[in-house]
């Protein structure tokens, strides 16, 4: 709890208040989406493959520009971009008011991806670069914490809107959070706070190819390649199997999904400190991932309880809500998640802005980061989409938690190896006069 506090403490700062406007913005914006687009699926009858699309469209404008996108971060005024990407997120939203079919909702989703890997970027590398010397996981954990806390805002608050509401007035309030956001930029986050980078400080394609000869940075690039894979699918399709499958509300389904994020936002900022203050930081990248694995090969459990459970049905908040077995096993299943992913990410964050201080290029170091994550995110939810319709909803979830455990393991594999290699080289080139 007291370092819960410090994280809470963090927002009196007036620049990583600002700073987390925009990550509470993004984050209640893309949960209450998500919920949305299960809404989408019922409403338009979508296959499995289709659905997967919903993600793959996301992704695949923002695999083509979150490398150019970071080295422009490095140099250039950073809050400029933050201002952009909250501006392009209210299109967003008004593109969502008038989508007619599932191909409208794709290319809406293109246009989301932009918005977001705008924010995304530049958010974390501006909070990389004025963090204090030493207290980078602090300030990483504590800003997707409050993160975590907007999406567990997007999931309870979004998806009563979307249940008693409807879809207009959702993104109408989404609006307004995004120019609250856009304001505090505006006024308290000080001109080019981070990025500014002189142009020929590395050179992008050079900067990338040196970040790549670091054995951290590119065991974390392979990681990641697999890792997406599965955690996309359970992304994408763990609301759309509890709509489509057992009926569930959207009111509902955001209490699923705010099962895992209730746990990473209590304990995100704590554990980013831990990782501080123990070091080692790619252990806790392993047991986070193996954790997800798990959590994931729990979701096909949903289809058990549906039958074993008795459901609890009450009436509230504008209609009858329903929460049988399948509700309960899943919550769970996301509750596990989230702690997963409260282990993991502050660690791989700040392993990412720490390689990528050594060249001045910490745009960069999360831009690879990105597209590491972006390649998988394109090719997963169409792959994985293809299994739940061709084969079986449980097979799809079962082959996200393989991919997701084989990227622990070579995690660890390429950076024990690439590490090894480099200690070899270091003594190799050793001075004999330091002996």
């Known amino acids: ?86 501006a392009i997120n209210v299109v967003v939203f008004f593109g969502f008011m008038l989508v007619e079919s599932a191909t409208h909702v794709i290319l809406v989703r293109v246009l989301q991806g932009v918005g977001a890997s705008v924010l995304w970027i530049t958010g974390s590398t501006v909070v990389g670069h004025i963090a204090p010397d030493n207290e980078n996981g602090r300030w990483l954990g504590s800003y997707n914490q409050v993160a975590a806390f907007s999406s567990l805002a997007g999931d309870v ?99 699923i999904l705010a099962g895992g994020k209730l746990t990473k936002s209590i304990t995100q900022g704590y554990v980013g400190d831990l990782s501080d203050r123990v070091g080692n930081k790619e252990y806790f990248v392993v047991a986070g991932a193996f954790l997800y694995g798990i959590g994931t090969a729990l979701i096909p459990l949903s289809y058990y309880f549906e039958g074993t459970i008795d459901p609890v049905r009450f009436v509230a908040f504008g209609g009858e809500q329903t929460l049988g077995g399948a509700f309960f096993s899943l919550f769970g299943a996301y509750m596990v998640l989230g702690i997963a992913d409260s282990i993991r990410l502050p660690a791989s964050m700040s392993l990412f802005v720490e390689e990528g201080e050594r060249y001045d290029s910490v745009a960069s170091a999360m831009s690879l980061r990105s597209i590491s994550w972006k390649v998988g995110q394109v090719a997963g939810p169409v792959g994985i989409g293809a299994i739940k319709q061709y084969v079986s909803t449980s097979a799809a979830f079962y082959t996200a938690a393989g991919f997701i455990v084989v990227a622990s393991g070579v995690f660890w594999v390429v950076f024990r190896r690439a590490s090894a290699r480099e200690a070899a080289l270091a003594d190799a080139n050793a001075d004999p006069a330091d002996d």
Do not use: C
């Open 157 to 255: 608050v979004g998806g009563y809107l979307l249940f008693a509401e409807g879809y207009t007035f959702t993104y109408v309030v989404l609006t307004g959070v995004t120019i609250l956001a856009f304001v505090l930029v505006l006024l308290n986050l000080r001109d080019d706070p981070g990025g500014g980078t002189e142009n020929d400080a590395g050179g992008g394609v050079a900067t990338l190819k040196a970040l790549l000869d670091l054995p951290m940075i590119r065991a974390l690039v392979v990681f990641r390649l697999a890792f997406s894979v599965g955690k996309m699918a359970v992304i994408i399709f763990l609301p759309i199997l509890a709509r489509t499958e057992f009926g569930t509300t959207a009111f509902a389904i955001g209490w």
């Open 1 to 86: 709890m007291v370092q819960f506090g410090n994280s809470v403490a963090l927002l009196r700062d007036k620049e990583f208040s600002a700073l987390a406007g925009t990550a509470f913005a993004r984050s209640q914006a893309y949960s209450t989406l998500l919920i949305a687009l299960a809404l989408y699926a019922e409403d338009f009858g979508t296959t499995g493959t289709v659905e997967g699309l919903f993600g793959t469209a996301f992704a695949v404008v923002q695999l083509l520009i979150v490398l150019p996108l970071g080295r422009k971060v490095d140099t250039s005024n950073a809050k400029h971009w933050l201002l952009l990407g909250l």
